[in-house]
């Protein structure tokens, strides 16, 4: 794969909206050469509209950047590529690879929730135009729909974080307060998909403890670090001893905030004490949500001929969808009676034994 090709990420970025010409010529078409399946004529051309948070966030958008690179690595396809700045954006992004004719894209994959509006009447407009989405549902016999239980993920961490901080416990950067039982929660855009993070985090820490407070702050944006680190600032500072983030970008803002009070947090989406490794002596675990797998089944399925229309697929942790990765460098500090209570509910969870919720009680 030549370097030129990696580096290739991004045509469309800002509030400028491009022409067709321009979307064509700089989204791999002919003469971009997109993988090991051939020129631009005959490969597969698949088109990526990221969530608002953009890349290089180590969470959301790169995770799903990671199942695209592996079909472009894999199934030698080309991607093209658009980080929209606003919600508004979205309904441009999408119609411009829908409306391209060179290269043509088989597939149109919408990277997160806040898409769903703009892509029912994208997909209603272009019915011969497949599209998946990620984090949502849009019923339409051209939309591939891919969600998560990201309540069953969020409650093994809650769970872990409800036993930490009722222990008296140092590892890393970080230590718990032995005069508090409490931690905290921080989301971005509040809507029934982050909720169902929050629902299942606060499920978690109850199973370990009723008793523990859980702070909780929506910031109102994936790509807001400095709200991130406010809203955990305030937490650690009411005696917070474990900050879980559901946030994107934000959640960077969250690990700052940990580091400075000496505190521990939680990453979301991909295991973030890799992907954010300058804070992975405070990073416990990560919710990882395999969004990268479900770009990448849906590009195969293209690629396949097997596209299902108007289907959704849901990932959980029997599918290995969702899991609690520990971090890097602190997990193997963790006390086994911990990772043992995690493992039990982990196991009970798949086997039908725990309901989580999906809304915060």
Do not use: W
């Not at 508004?88 to 919408?110: G, H, K, R, V």
């Not at 969250?254 to 000496?262: I, L």
């Amino acid at each position: 794969m030549p370097l030129e090709n990696v580096d290739r990420r991004t045509f469309v970025k800002g509030t400028g909206v491009v022409g067709l010409a321009g979307l064509a010529g700089c989204a791999g078409g002919a003469s971009g050469g997109g993988g090991d399946g051939g020129s631009g004529e005959d490969a597969t051309n698949v088109g990526m509209v990221y969530a608002t948070g953009g890349l290089g966030d180590g969470s959301f958008n790169d995770q799903a950047q990671q199942g695209a690179f592996r079909a472009r690595d894999e199934l030698g396809v080309q991607i093209g590529e658009t980080q929209p700045d606003e919600v508004a954006q979205f309904s441009t992004f999408q119609q411009q690879f829908a409306q391209s004719s060179d290269p043509t894209y088989e597939l149109i994959c919408c990277i997160g929730f806040l898409q769903t509006d703009a892509l029912s009447a994208t997909a209603e407009e272009y019915p011969d135009q497949n599209f998946m989405l990620v984090d949502s549902v849009v019923d339409a016999s051209n939309v591939a729909n891919y969600v998560f239980a990201e309540h069953e993920g969020s409650y093994l961490v809650g769970q872990m974080a409800g036993l930490l901080t009722t222990m008296d416990f140092s590892a890393g950067a970080g230590s718990t307060a032995p005069d508090s039982s409490t931690v905290g929660f921080v989301g971005g855009v509040e809507s029934d998909l982050i909720r169902k993070f929050q629902a299942g985090y606060e499920a978690g820490v109850a199973a370990a403890n009723e008793d523990i407070e859980v702070l909780t702050n929506y910031t109102g944006s994936f790509n807001d670090p400095a709200a991130g680190k406010e809203a955990a600032l305030a937490m650690y500072n009411n005696g917070a001893d474990v900050v879980y983030h559901a946030s994107g970008n934000t959640g960077t803002g969250v690990f700052q905030a940990a580091q400075e009070q000496s505190r521990f947090a939680i990453g979301v989406d991909r295991d973030q004490s890799v992907t954010k490794d300058s804070f992975a002596d405070v990073i416990l675990a990560s919710m990882v949500k395999r969004v990268d797998t479900a770009v990448y089944d849906a590009i195969e399925s293209i690629v396949n001929d097997e596209f299902q229309g108007g289907s959704t697929v849901t990932l959980g942790l029997d599918a290995e969808g969702v899991a609690a990765v520990y971090g890097s460098e602190l997990g193997s500090e963790l006390p086994q009676e911990v990772t043992d209570a995690v493992t039990a509910s982990r196991e009970s969870i798949i086997a039908g034994d725990v309901s989580v919720p999906t809304s915060p009680q």
